[in-house]
């Protein structure tokens, strides 16, 4: 039998005695680690990754409510190799006597010895800082076997700086001894800069914690009994973003509903829990200052510091509530230098609080930050809040100063999002001209051309519409070059107020010059010192242009290496499947043909084809075929040649002037058809071209052959071009004399 010492004595007093004010001292509930639930899933990489932390003296998981850091925690400590004490902390943990001795009582279930001097130092009225800690960590010191791991769970509870001094000791002091897992809403609250440099602390964030595409759908199928299809996935998990209570709540919802599109489609909308949720676990931890900048914020995208100016009303400093913000991990990492933003989760249910608590308020509030998006010349956003705050006046008014920006190549899919957001039933001739001009651009169609071709027509009627017009005819895309040359003047002059666009513009007019044969113009156009950085689109043409340049005057190499930046351009703006760069990718395959490398040009030109198909009946679409034809035919593959150059020819029938297009595209013809002349040399002739030949010898002419054989004068000529091929003679009188000898007559 176990001798009762005076150190194991006080350890079990202090387990079963209360305060002087009679509270229980010593809380079971709390040191019990908490039981896996129902529905919980195994997330391996995280428990791995939890358990690496852990292996630092310091482990940090800081994330606001929701992220599953318990249950994480809970994961990796059933199964931990070593012993686990557990504290839950709470707010009666701000008495630091009450939390050491939790402390004290967590670790004394794993190793009495360890806490034999502490304990009684503490139950005396010992300091918990100065000397109860710094006993324990020599109770530690002595331990033999494997360490204990203390995780410290919801240490945000803690809110008083008596008890905050209690944690940091135990982060300085315990930690080298018993590696300390510190699990709350937001980070400690001790400095760990210095923990930092020593690489004695891991952390862990929202990031780690957000479940990936593949644990979500296992959370709701094996957790929840759910099967949906990969589109619905997506769906859900757009709105989610991986967070663990709200896909929790929203697999409810789904399990509960007889309408699960209605989930889908807003998972805020269809479950009030998601709302309360939110607000009771998130919003209202947090400050007055810190609840009212997310409330008025979740009018943003991101959280800017001019835009979160612009929403709140008094002149208060936005910088420290979005740092506080950071720091409780109340908005996600914008990456790549941009701006925070809000979860989705929250900003949807933060904005219809606003709508149904401050009615009117939240198109106050986008008004004002389209106002100072347009001072900041970010014409689609500015033009999105103006909408959004239902000011589709001010909305058109915005498209009419930020024209020459909305129509560049890489707004073109911004801009057609807008457009479709005004009402149908009331027409805005702003709205009605760039909608012609944007769907010309994006669809490339001759119809669309020839409705922007009306509006011009009808310029006198609203002037202040003819610069849009303009602008978009100079486009090559219309195909009609002689057209594009006789506005470039008036274009060149709409857009030099702003130096980008005036490049913009000028790129066009050289592109168009080059197709008008005027290659001198073109190349004097695209001078280096022309160029105006930040409209990838326009430096990409300009250098694909320069590309083509160098290729008709024979320069391969130059127009490879051109070619190469162009579409160097175009990856690096993480658009290279976009068809505003294909003239970057077609110049490419063009200059890989002439230099006969012909494998990687089949890959380039092939995803060229496939982009500009988008717009079958497209001028970009008709450059990609002649191009494709050319490879072809370097291939000595005469059918594909063949079917290249019919699609182009039926696509150029329909413009009135292509340009260099139509030049190239009767090259293309013309090679093809010596191509299949040359293979036709010596060969047989046909059952139908027999019956021509018989009648040759005669005087009748093609039209009364054409006629007895009742088929067109076109047929018959091609029959006998095809003839003269076979024989390999040149006129009517040689070969009937070669059919002759050759006894075919």
Same mark, same amino acid.
């Given at each position: ?117 502490? *304990? ?102 094996? *957790? ?21 209570? *709200? ?223 303009d602008f978009a005819l100079l486009s090559p895309l219309a195909g009609n070059v002689g057209q594009s040359l006789d506005v470039a003047p008036r274009a060149l002059e709409h857009a030099r107020a702003d130096p980008a666009t005036l490049f913009h513009a000028r790129t066009l007019h050289a592109i168009v010059l080059r197709l008008a044969g005027r290659d001198r113009e073109a ?158 040399? *010596? ?30 004068p076109n047929t018959v000529k091609t029959h006998v071009r095809r003839i003269y091929r076979r024989l390999g003679v040149s006129s009517r009188e040689d070969a009937v004399a070669v059919a002759r000898a050759r006894r075919l007559l």
């Amino acid at each position: 039998m176990t001798r009762t010492t005076p150190e194991r004595a006080a350890l079990q007093r202090l387990l079963t005695t209360a305060t002087p004010d009679a509270a229980p001292l010593i809380v079971a509930a709390k040191l019990r680690v908490p039981a896996r639930r129902e529905d919980d899933v195994a997330r391996p990489a995280l428990s791995a990754r939890i358990a690496a932390a852990a292996g630092r003296p310091l482990a940090v998981l800081a994330a606001p409510a929701g992220y599953g850091k318990t249950t994480a925690v809970a994961a990796w400590a059933r199964a931990a190799d070593g012993p686990v004490a557990w504290v839950r902390l709470d707010r009666g943990d701000d008495d630091p006597v009450r939390l050491a001795a939790h402390l004290l009582a967590a670790i004394g279930q794993h190793d009495e010895a360890a806490v034999a001097e502490a *304990g009684p130092a503490l139950l005396a009225g010992a300091d918990p800082v100065d000397v109860v800690v710094p006993l324990l960590s020599n109770g530690l010191q002595r331990r033999a076997g494997p360490p204990v791991a203390l995780v410290l769970d919801d240490h945000h509870e803690v809110t008083a700086p008596d008890a905050h001094a209690v944690l940091a000791a135990v982060a300085t002091l315990v930690a080298p001894a018993l590696p300390v897992v510190l699990v709350g809403r937001t980070p400690p609250p001790f400095p760990l800069g210095r923990l930092r440099v020593d690489g004695v602390v891991s952390e862990i964030g929202p990031g780690e914690l957000r479940m990936g595409r593949d644990e979500t759908e296992r959370f709701l199928t094996s *957790g929840l009994g759910l099967a949906l299809s990969p589109e619905e996935l997506d769906r859900l998990d757009e709105q989610v973003e991986g967070w663990p209570a *709200g896909l929790a709540l929203a697999g409810r919802a789904l399990r509960s509903t007889d309408d699960p599109a209605r989930v889908l489609a807003s998972v805020v909308d269809a479950d009030e829990a998601i709302g309360e949720y939110v607000v009771e676990e998130v919003v209202a931890p947090s400050s007055p200052a810190v609840a009212g900048l997310l409330r008025r914020t979740s009018v943003l995208e991101r959280l800017e510091p001019e835009l979160c100016a612009a929403v709140l009303d008094d002149d208060v400093p936005t910088a420290p509530l979005v740092r506080e913000l950071r720091r409780a991990h109340l908005v996600t990492d914008g990456g790549a230098g941009r701006a925070p933003r809000q979860h989705r989760l929250l900003r949807d249910v933060l904005r219809r609080r606003l709508d149904d608590r401050s009615p009117g308020l939240a198109a106050e509030l986008h008004l004002r930050v389209a106002e100072r998006l347009a001072r900041e010349h970010r014409w689609d956003e500015a033009v999105g809040h103006a909408l959004d705050a239902g000011a589709t006046d001010r909305a058109a008014e915005l498209l009419l100063a930020g024209w020459p920006v909305l129509l560049r190549a890489q707004q073109l899919p911004a801009l057609g999002r807008l457009l479709e957001r005004f009402p149908a039933g009331r027409p805005d001739p702003v709205v009605e001209a760039l909608s012609a001009a944007h769907h010309a651009l994006v669809h490339a169609t001759p119809t669309a051309w020839q409705h922007v071709e009306r509006l011009a027509a009808d310029r006198d009627a609203f002037p202040e519409l003819a610069p849009i017009v303009d602008f978009a005819l100079l486009s090559p895309l219309a195909g009609n070059v002689g057209q594009s040359l006789d506005v470039a003047p008036r274009a060149l002059e709409h857009a030099r107020a702003d130096p980008a666009t005036l490049f913009h513009a000028r790129t066009l007019h050289a592109i168009v010059l080059r197709l008008a044969g005027r290659d001198r113009e073109a190349r004097e156009l695209v001078r280096p010192e022309l160029v105006v950085r930040g409209d990838p689109a326009a430096e990409s043409w300009r250098l694909a242009l320069l590309s083509l340049l160098d290729a008709d005057a024979g320069r391969g190499e130059a127009a490879v290496e051109r070619a190469r930046a162009a579409v160097a351009i175009a990856e690096r703006t993480g658009e290279a499947t976009s068809v505003a760069f294909a003239p970057a990718y077609r110049a490419l395959g063009r200059a890989l043909v002439a230099a006969g490398e012909l494998d990687e040009a089949r890959a380039v030109l092939e995803d060229v084809v496939r982009c500009t198909g988008r717009a079958p009946d497209g001028v970009h679409h008709l450059a990609s075929l002649v191009a494709r034809g050319r490879l072809a035919l370097a291939e000595g593959d005469l059918p594909e040649a063949r079917d290249a150059a019919g699609q182009a020819r039926a696509i150029a029938a329909r413009y009135r002037d292509v340009g260099r297009h139509a030049q190239e595209l009767r090259e293309l013809e013309r090679a093809v058809r010596h191509r299949e002349e040359d293979e036709l040399h *010596g060969t047989d002739l046909s059952p139908a071209e027999l019956e021509v030949l018989r009648r040759l010898p005669s005087d009748r002419s093609i039209a009364e052959i054409a006629a007895d054989s009742y088929v067109s004068p076109n047929t018959v000529k091609t029959h006998v071009r095809r003839i003269y091929r076979r024989l390999g003679v040149s006129s009517r009188e040689d070969a009937v004399a070669v059919a002759r000898a050759r006894r075919l007559l």
